[in-house]
Structure formats: C-alpha cells, structure tokens
C-alpha cells in the first residue's frame, strides 16, 4: 500500500464495522431511531464504506504483487477464496447447526428458526445466496456475494487503470454503470444480478487508486469527513444517496493526510485487523449475552456482551482467520514459483 494511506484506510475500515455493529444492537434492543437517525442505515452505510474499503485496498495488493496476466489472476483468487470462506463457512454451519436464523418470529437478529432448504444451503456455502435470492441466515452475510461477485471483475479492473493511471475513464465509467443499477430493482430479467446495483459503491475505490496522493487536508479532518458522510446518508438512506456519497469518499481519500495521533492509530489498527471477524460474530455475540440470557441481570449480560465483542474476534482471527490467510499466500506463492521453473524448461519440486 502507498505510504500515507494505511491508517486513514484503517480507520476507514474500523468505523464501518462499528456502524454495522451499533446498528444490530441496537436493533436487538429495538432502539430503531437515535434522534433523525434511523438506526437500521448505519449498518447499511457502513457496508458501503467496506466496499469503497475493499477494492481500494485490493489494487494496492495486486499492485505490490508486480503479477500481471493469468499469473495475477490465480495469485488473486487463491487469495481472495482463502481470506474470505473460511470463516464464513464456519459462520454457515454454526447457524445450521444451532438452528439459527435472522429476524424470525417477531425477533431482531438472530433467534431460533427452521433450517432453509439444500438448495439455499448450498448458495450460501458458495456465498451467491442472492442469485437465487435467498434470504441470508446470518443477515450480516448479505454483503459477501457482491463482494466475491465483485472479485471477478476486478483484477482486470486493475490491469485498465494501473496501465492507464487515470480516474476520469473511471469516473465515466461509474456514471454509465448508474443506468443498470438504477433499472435493476425494476426489470425482472435483471433479478439475479443485484450486483449491478452496487458496483457504483465498489467503483469509488479504484478511483481513489488511479487519484495521485497529494496531501492536502489535514488529518484530523479525516474522522470528521467519514462520520460525516454517514450523517448525511441517514437523512436519505437510499441507493442513489450511497452511490454519491461513496463517489465523494473516493475522490477525496488521495487527499488527505496521514492520522498520525497515537492512540486513534492504535485503536484503529487492532479493530481493522479483527474486522471480519467482529462482522460475522457480533450478531452470535447478541444472541448469546441478550437472547440466550435475557433473563439474567444487566450486570451480568453487559460484561458478556463486551468480554463476547472482544474475544470472538480474536479467537477467530488467531485460530482461523491468520492461519488461512497464510496458507492462501503459500500456496499462491508455490504455485507461481512452480509455473516460473515449468516456464523456464526446470521440473517443478515439491
């Protein structure tokens, strides 16, 4: 990643999985406005700013690779494919096995349910539930699809934009892709590709990446210009309003300096290393310390709830998470070393 950029980029990410956090606690405990702001388009902003997040994030690391063609392709996928199933699987079949579904029987969040069909099941093990549009089991899940969908198309999105280093043939881009995302929701032959409404939220960041950086607004303006994007989008929490917004956000990210204040940087590095843990956890940690003991004391649940936000994530990140993600770079890194000997007339060794 360039220098300047990874703890605005962490902050970025830590801020959007505590909206989506505060969103699903406070729809558990049925809070469903603070003051103008409804609740549940905290949540939704915030896995819009994941997207923006994402794919900014993902250029960088293609760009550090120095792969290009097929070999860049595969070295991706094998990433992306061990960075993201592991830990939603795990989070599928802990939901099946304890009978777990999302806002079932009058109850946010998670409850007990009836199991979704094999078909659903299958859909959500691939993460494309919502090509059959099936209903995630585990809500936070509904993001995953666009993001794999979205890996696809963005290695080539990379080789366009590292080759030319421009952001104006994006900006058009992301302009011309607004007409199938604003017909998708109203064309039935178009109902399986819900994609196409967020690939103007995923655009933005590979703006950012073709944006020279030149430094122009101070740091501690960066927190304020992220929560204040969120304020706006809670007054009119509609696709359109998120498309714009995540247009603003990628083009003003290049601009910015550095967070530099010990403590933010601290705090925002651990919560981003842990996110994706935090986000397909939190919704288990509710269901445990405000469903499961619900008629136990606050003094006793509050503790649980923390103690369950914290230690999840880092049980997961530890167990699962860092071990996968280290054996999807061995294993993208063996295979290219072993193509690079086959290509230069070498046997491959084990």
Request: hydrophobic share 55%; proline share 6%; charged share 10%.
């Amino acid at each position: 990643m360039r220098p300047g950029l990874s703890a605005n980029l962490d902050l970025l990410r830590a801020i959007a999985v505590l909206l989506v956090l505060v969103q699903h606690l406070c729809k558990r405990m049925y809070v469903d406005r603070i003051g103008w702001i409804a609740t549940s388009s905290l949540g939704h902003f915030g896995v819009l700013l994941f997207f923006v997040h994402t794919s900014l994030v993902l250029m960088y690391s293609m760009e550090r690779s120095g792969l290009t063609g097929r070999a860049l392709l595969k070295n991706f996928y094998i990433r992306r494919i061990f960075r993201i199933y592991p830990l939603s699987i795990l989070t599928v079949l802990v939901a099946l096995l304890l009978h777990l579904d999302s806002d079932v029987k009058g109850v946010a969040g998670l409850s007990y349910g009836q199991l979704p069909g094999k078909t659903s099941i299958i859909f959500h093990f691939l993460l494309a539930q919502n090509v059959i549009g099936a209903k995630s089991i585990v809500n936070v899940l509904w993001s995953l699809p666009f993001e794999m969908q979205m890996y696809l198309f963005l290695p080539f999105l990379f080789c366009w934009t590292h080759r030319k280093r421009s952001a104006w043939p994006l900006v058009v881009l992301w302009g011309a892709c607004l007409i199938p995302a604003a017909a998708q929701p109203h064309v039935h032959a178009l109902w399986r590709l819900s994609i196409l409404c967020f690939v103007p939220n995923f655009l933005p960041g590979v703006i950012a990446f073709a944006l020279p950086r030149v430094a122009l607004i101070r740091s501690y303006l960066w927190p304020v210009f992220i929560i204040g994007l969120a304020a706006v989008f809670t007054l009119n929490p509609v696709l359109p309003m998120g498309w714009i917004l995540c247009l603003i956000l990628g083009l003003c990210i290049p601009y910015f300096e550095e967070i530099t204040t010990p403590w933010l940087l601290i705090i925002s590095e651990r919560i981003a290393t842990y996110s994706y843990g935090i986000y397909l956890s939190h919704q288990f940690a509710i269901w445990i310390a405000l469903g499961l003991f619900a008629s136990h004391p606050v003094w006793m649940r509050l503790p649980l709830l923390i103690g369950l936000f914290i230690g999840f994530p880092i049980l997961l990140y530890h167990v699962i998470e860092r071990p996968m993600i280290r054996a999807g770079v061995q294993l993208a890194t063996n295979w290219h070393a072993d193509r690079r000997l086959m290509s230069a007339g070498a046997p491959a060794t084990a």
